[in-house]
């Protein structure tokens, strides 16, 4: 008879650069971050630690290691430490640039696996690998990330690499896998393109499709992320599949046991603690934790009264006048006519007086700038892309977020808000007739004529259903972060009047 042999996996994915615990922009929620999960690891003979990818852009800790320390080298310290043995790489891992991404991935520990980032010969750089644990059990664990990197990331951060389809990538090494391994597990920074329990088709883009692979291919384990939702363990097709929610809030603990050919699966959603955090790591860290802190808190300018966030459905419906000031700042250093910005699912707003902290927690994502060439028709077409956004119940006589927006996961940061021309939203008109009275300078706006619209890059490619956008001239783009350019916004105007 076959010996028992078990596997198991702790699975972390998009942490962001949580580490520490964080208060949320609500006040109410606390966020262990990673030090909270690492604590309950079981680091023993039979287990792996693995991670989905995301982890060097997204938090004020990553933003530090960017902007002051200019390395990812103490992200991959912490990697390390924390025991990870293998990693895939994640869409915003690529934000920073190759040399930022190769330093951390010189500097980690665990093997990169990444089936589908090629060279120019389209050659997997972090191919598959066959592991084999000290009980004998051979595991196959290959990793995978979205394509739509190709779509979401500037050209010059890709240079030299080619991001190919995760489906044929995975599919084409699998049966290798199968037949050198007694357990396979994909590593997928991508979700669910359908709904899990009923099978609906919720997105037809290539941006997801965890479903696919679950349904044409049979991997034992697929290891999920990317849209930051939890799924608890079950059975897809006969692959298990889970995912853990962002920011370290929680991670996966899986279990499998092997007796003659039979595997049994079981997992658990494990949140991270706040009485069960690893306090020596916390440690470790926390003079340049002091530092980041104190970076954090400096004051950098002044508004005349403080602009802070409502409930989502009521700034899209009424205006937003945190969206307003990023609007503001958007024309003020392109000279567009011109501009449009979305808000993360999550923001802080500011205070009379504001720091860096209220920055980063506002404004979180890495975009840079464009100035594009847009027509009358193009126009309307983007802002009724954002007038989807709402759900009109007739018979209740109230708007609330149309479930596109919120299913697989929540896209508030796809509705969009518009500076330079005025309008009025009817949500009670069918899609693509919500958008009325649109006019700049008190002249109703013509199909044709002609504007200069700023926006981030990453709206720019299409992305969140813009397509519009791809086929509008790009006239020049502005190459700092948009962070950065609310920073010096108030370095030129320390003090603002809303």
């Known amino acids: 008879m076959e010996q ?3 596997l198991k996996i702790c699975y972390t994915s998009d942490i962001h650069g949580y580490f520490y615990p964080t208060t949320y922009a609500d006040g109410n929620r606390e966020n262990m971050g990673l030090f909270g999960c690492v604590a309950d690891f079981r680091k023993d003979e039979e287990t792996l630690v693995i991670d989905g990818g995301d982890i060097l852009q997204g938090s004020a800790f990553s933003t530090y290691c960017r902007q002051v320390l200019q390395s990812p080298e103490i992200i991959a310290q912490i990697m390390n430490d924390c025991g990870y043995d293998f990693y895939t790489l994640g869409n915003h891992d690529f934000n920073y640039g190759q040399e930022y991404l190769k330093e951390y991935r010189t500097s980690c520990n665990g093997i990169c696996v990444c089936q589908n980032v090629c060279n120019d010969a389209g050659v997997s750089l972090f191919p598959y690998q066959i592991h084999t644990m000290p009980n004998g059990l051979k595991v196959g664990i290959v990793g995978i990330v979205t394509d739509y990197v190709n779509v979401w990331e500037k050209t010059e951060n890709l240079d030299g690499i080619c991001i190919k389809d995760p489906f044929l990538a995975v599919a084409e090494v699998l049966p290798k896998m199968k037949q050198a391994a007694d357990v396979t ?10 709904d899990i329990e009923n099978g609906q088709l919720l ?3 290539t941006e997801n499709i965890g479903y696919r692979i679950c349904k044409e291919l049979d991997f034992d384990i697929l290891l999920t992320g990317h849209q930051h939702m939890s799924v608890s363990g079950r059975q897809l097709f006969g692959t298990y599949v889970v995912q853990p929610t962002d920011r ?3 991670y996966c603990y899986l279990e499998m046991e092997i007796e003659n050919g039979k595997k049994v699966i079981r997992s658990e959603q494990r949140k991270a603690k706040a009485h069960n955090r690893n306090l020596f790591l916390e440690e470790k860290y926390q003079t340049l934790q002091e530092k980041i802190q104190t970076w954090l808190n400096q004051p950098i300018g002044h508004l005349n009264r403080e602009i802070l966030p409502e409930s989502k459905i009521k700034m899209a419906l009424h205006g937003s006048p945190i969206a307003d000031f990023f609007n503001r700042i958007q024309l003020y250093f392109s000279g567009a006519m011109i ?3 979305g808000l993360a699912n999550e923001i802080a707003g500011f205070h009379k007086e504001v720091s860096r902290r209220d920055i980063i927690a506002t404004y979180p994502y890495p975009n840079t700038l464009v100035v594009c060439e847009i027509n009358g028709r193009q126009l309307k077409t983007a802002m009724e892309r954002s007038a989807e956004y709402f759900s009109h119940k007739k018979d209740e006589g109230t708007v609330c977020v149309d479930k596109s ?3 697989p996961k929540e896209e508030h940061y796809n509705y969009d808000y518009y500076m330079g021309v005025t309008y009025e939203i009817h949500p009670e008109n069918p899609k693509g007739e919500r958008i009325t009275k649109l006019a700049y300078k008190g002249h109703p706006v013509e ?8 926006l981030n890059n990453y709206r720019y490619s299409g992305a969140g259903g813009y397509d519009v956008y791809k086929e509008c001239t790009l006239i020049k783009e502005i190459n700092v972060e948009m962070t950065e350019l609310i920073m010096e916004y108030f ?3 320390p003090y603002v009047i809303i």
């Open 4 to 6: 028992r042999k078990k």
């Open 185 to 194: 597990i994909c590593v997928y920074h991508g979700g669910f393109e359908c």
């Open 203 to 205: 997105t037809a883009t």
């Open 248 to 250: 370290a809030r929680e």
């Open 339 to 341: 501009s449009s910005v």
């Open 405 to 407: 927006f919120l299913v």
């Open 447 to 454: 199909a044709n004529e002609k504007f200069t619209l700023c």
């Open 491 to 493: 370095h030129e105007n």
